[in-house]
């Protein structure tokens, strides 16, 4: 029971992989909150973990409403006192091709996956400074990473989720937060008629699950983005390469163009601990330039 003593809210975990979710903390030892759009929903969730000897509440809410945010977490805190773990998992889907879809539909799926994990980081940020311990998952996606054709919306949401996690992970260091991304691969409803019915039945949610434990625990890691499906565990990263100096001048782009294979070369490519390491690097190599006169 790595998590006994701990609590958690999952959002979004009245169905698919949310409940997955709820279920495995709580099999860890967890206290869960179940939080979910629909009230009945959440509380079956509850209901399987009291079954099975946890101890589970449940909230309905939508993760965009301030105020039913704030009304969960105090819901958490007025029944177990402390919030340990926040799982940022409420998500939607509304697929299109950019070329026709809706800008509404666009803010929309912003609106959830991002600004709803916002909200819910910033209710329990407080608690978390005060306590000095905090775990934070946001959910991102490989469409965020590497892009999906008619996933525009989805994919800006789940790479600006990654930005997110960097920035909070750097805040919150020195409060004891630790704030990771899982991008999972599972069949839920939102996964329906993308992939062939063989492939989908061996993404089962419960598969991903499992990721979250080493990204909740005492000795967790920060900045991590872990990738999970079918029972496959790999690690993204965003990186960057080690360049070179081109300097200015009206020729400066084609010089560029010319030196592009340099500028791309992965080896010797770097995982940034904040994001200052881009404009260090490049101030440092025009020094090195204005010494030697060196180009590449």
């Known amino acids: 029971m790595p998590l006994k003593g701990r609590t958690a809210i999952v959002t979004g975990a009245g169905g698919g992989l949310g409940r997955q979710h709820a279920l495995y903390l709580a099999r860890k030892g967890a206290k869960v909150l179940v939080?979910?759009?629909g009230l009945e929903a959440a509380q079956a969730v509850a209901a399987e973990i009291g079954a099975a000897g946890g101890e589970a509440i449940a909230v309905a809410g939508s993760v965009t409403d301030e105020a039913a945010v704030a009304a969960m977490v105090q819901r958490a805190l007025d029944a177990w006192g402390r919030?340990?773990?926040?799982?940022n998992?409420?998500?939607i889907l509304r697929d299109r091709s950019f070329a026709k879809m809706d800008l509404a539909d666009f803010r929309l799926v912003l609106d959830v996956h991002l600004m709803g994990a916002a909200i819910c980081c910033k209710a329990v940020w407080e608690v978390m400074r005060e306590q000095k311990f905090g775990?934070?998952?946001m959910t991102t996606s490989s469409s965020g990473l590497y892009g999906n054709f008619g996933q525009a919306n989805y994919g800006a949401a789940k790479m600006a989720l990654v930005g997110l996690m960097q920035t909070l992970a750097i805040e919150g260091a020195k409060y004891?937060?630790?704030?990771?991304c899982l991008a999972p691969t599972a069949y839920t409803r939102m996964m329906e008629g993308i992939l062939p019915q063989e492939q989908l039945d061996a993404l089962?949610?419960?598969?991903?699950s499992p990721a979250l434990l080493p990204l909740v625990v005492e000795d967790a890691p920060t900045r991590a983005v872990v990738c999970a499906g079918a029972g496959h565990f790999a690690r993204a990263y965003v990186t960057l390469t080690e360049g070179c100096y081109i300097g200015g001048g009206d020729d400066a782009g084609e010089r560029l163009m010319a030196a592009w294979n340099v500028v791309?070369?992965?080896?010797g490519q770097v995982v940034p601990d904040y994001g200052f390491t881009q404009a260090e690097r490049?101030?440092?190599s025009a020094q090195r330039h204005a010494k030697s006169g060196v180009t590449a």
Do not use: F
């Open 282 to 284: 490049e101030v440092a």
């Open 89 to 91: 998992n409420a998500g």
């Open 264 to 267: 791309s070369d992965s080896a």
């Open 83 to 87: 919030i340990d773990i926040l799982i």
């Open 176 to 180: 004891g937060i630790k704030v990771n």
């Open 135 to 137: 775990r934070i998952v």
């Open 204 to 208: 089962d949610p419960s598969l991903v």
């Open 35 to 37: 939080n979910d759009l």
